[in-house]
């Protein structure tokens, strides 16, 4: 059974920094690899879609990167702002569908 | 172009009642999924449709039930309603390719509380 984890569940730094999340899974055998962002009682903002063929994407100040064989994604944000302060979350989808596993999350806090 | 609309989105029940919750997904999309958000669990899979037919299910009871109709909208139920049930419920659509997974839009959301 897929199992999703993030590490850590929260982080608070000061505008500027560049950080990292990370995402974990058990079983290395999915489709894709999806990076979402969620603002309190909003719905998810897709950032970043990555593809079991790829290793990484990137959009702006957003790179993520994926290993398949070690089960590890990591969401690289370069110059954090207050504004990217919210709940940042980690899915795969391992089969030919769109159901995906949801980790925990990590909420993330910007000051300035 | 529009998003992924959900209707309502808030809505207060008692126990045994029943749910209906509506989801548009965006234009020319054909498959719609649905989660649900608790503090507890996260987000979990309900289920998923494409072309009107219901491809995949995740690991909730039958009191959880839902339909695609032919303009790629789709409706979830729940029915005798359980506190535990007082979630955010979310759909998703996506532009599924053949052979390739979609990236997954989400709408707003409809918060449901049981009472």
């Known amino acids: 059974k897929q199992e999703v984890t993030q590490i850590p569940a929260a982080l608070s730094v000061p505008e500027g920094e560049n950080l990292v999340l990370n995402c974990s899974f058990t079983?290395?055998?999915?489709?894709?690899l999806q990076w979402f962002r969620q603002d309190p009682g909003k719905g998810l903002t897709s950032l970043l879609l990555i593809q079991s063929s790829q290793r990484e994407q990137t959009s702006g100040r957003l790179n993520a990167s994926l290993d398949k064989s070690s089960g590890r994604s990591t969401l690289y944000i370069a110059a954090s702002q207050p504004g990217d302060s919210a709940t940042y979350l980690c899915a795969v989808s391992s089969q030919a569908g769109t159901a995906l596993i949801f980790g925990k999350g990590t909420t993330l806090s910007v000051s300035s | 172009k529009a998003g992924v609309t959900q209707t309502p989105r808030y809505l207060i029940k008692t126990r045994g009642q029943q749910v209906t919750l509506s989801c548009s997904p965006i234009s020319g999309h054909r498959s719609v999924s649905w989660y649900q958000q608790t503090p507890g669990q996260g987000l979990q899979f309900l289920f998923e449709y494409f072309s009107e037919t219901q491809r995949n299910k995740g690991n909730f009871p039958g009191r959880f039930s839902g339909r695609q109709f032919s303009n790629s909208r789709s409706e979830m139920n729940v029915s005798t309603l359980e506190l535990g049930d007082s979630a955010l419920y979310l759909c998703?659509?996506?532009?599924?390719?053949?052979?390739?997974?979609?990236?997954?839009?989400f709408g707003e959301g409809s918060r449901l509380t049981v009472l």
């Open positions: 079983d290395s055998a999915i489709y894709n």
């Open positions: 998703a659509s996506s532009h599924l390719r053949q052979g390739r997974t979609g990236e997954l839009f």
